[in-house]
């Protein structure tokens, strides 16, 4: 089974700065999506943007962007200009082209300090 | 549009009562998630439909757990009896799946109190 790794349980970030989340993953595949979610302490799960691994552009959504690296497997998120509302937990998950079933890593709980 | 709908959003009970949570998902989406969230655990895949049939339930802890989906528009996910260790926020999630990421597309969760 493929596997997500965050390495990073928490992170700060000052109002208005840059902040880079990191997620690894392990797969054989060559063809599939990443994902990274936002859950704030209201809980739902909000999807900020999306990657698919045979475009070798990096996604971007507003401030947020992606660093895709597929050779090493690395799919970081960088939120840039941060905002109080950026606070939140953020998922990095995994699915295969051909399979049904998401792989999700364990999380990085982002602070932002006004 | 309406997103995924879950009820209740928080159920208190006490250890052997039955539980029975609802999903409502987006309409079209041909799949249907149920995930369980916990600190110790993280969020944890129970069971998924493919146009309303289980393809895995390979998640679901043991045979308390009872998920079904007994048409496009409702699934339920029942626990008899409930069990302190079972307290956790229980989320549903649907997907369309045809030849794009087929993302998913969460509900509100609903957090389960075991007394």
């Known amino acids: 089974a493929q596997t997500v790794t965050q390495s990073q349980p928490e992170m700060s970030v000052q109002e208005a700065e840059t902040v880079t989340l990191s997620c690894t993953y392990d797969?054989?595949?060559?063809?599939?999506?990443l994902f990274w979610y936002k859950q704030p302490p209201s809980r739902q799960m909000i999807l900020v943007i999306r990657q698919e691994a045979y475009k070798q552009q990096n996604a971007t959504e507003n401030r947020f962007s992606v660093n895709f690296q597929k050779a090493a497997k690395s799919f970081s998120l960088k939120i840039s200009d941060s905002q109080l509302g950026d606070a939140a937990m953020y998922f990095c998950?995994?699915?295969?082209?051909?399979?049904?079933?998401?792989?999700f890593g364990t999380g990085t709980s982002l602070t932002v300090i006004p | 549009d309406a997103g995924v709908i879950q009820s209740p959003r928080h159920e208190v009970t006490e250890m052997g009562q039955e539980v029975t949570l609802r999903c409502k998902p987006i309409?079209?989406?041909?799949?249907l998630f149920w995930y369980r969230q916990t600190m110790m655990r993280g969020l944890e895949l129970l069971i998924y439909f493919n146009n309303n049939v289980p393809i895995d339930d390979s998640g679901m802890p043991e045979d308390r757990f009872s998920a079904k989906m007994p048409n496009a528009s409702f699934s339920t996910l029942k626990i008899q009896p409930s069990e302190p260790r079972d307290s956790a926020v229980y989320f549903c999630?649907?997907?369309?799946?045809?030849?794009?990421?087929?993302?998913?597309?969460f509900g509100e969760g609903s957090r389960l109190t075991v007394l």
């Open positions: 998950a995994y699915r295969s082209v051909t399979g049904n079933q998401f792989y």
């Open positions: 797969t054989s595949e060559s063809d599939y999506y």
């Open positions: 309409s079209g989406h041909n799949s």
């Open positions: 999630a649907s997907s369309f799946r045809r030849g794009g990421s087929g993302e998913l597309f």
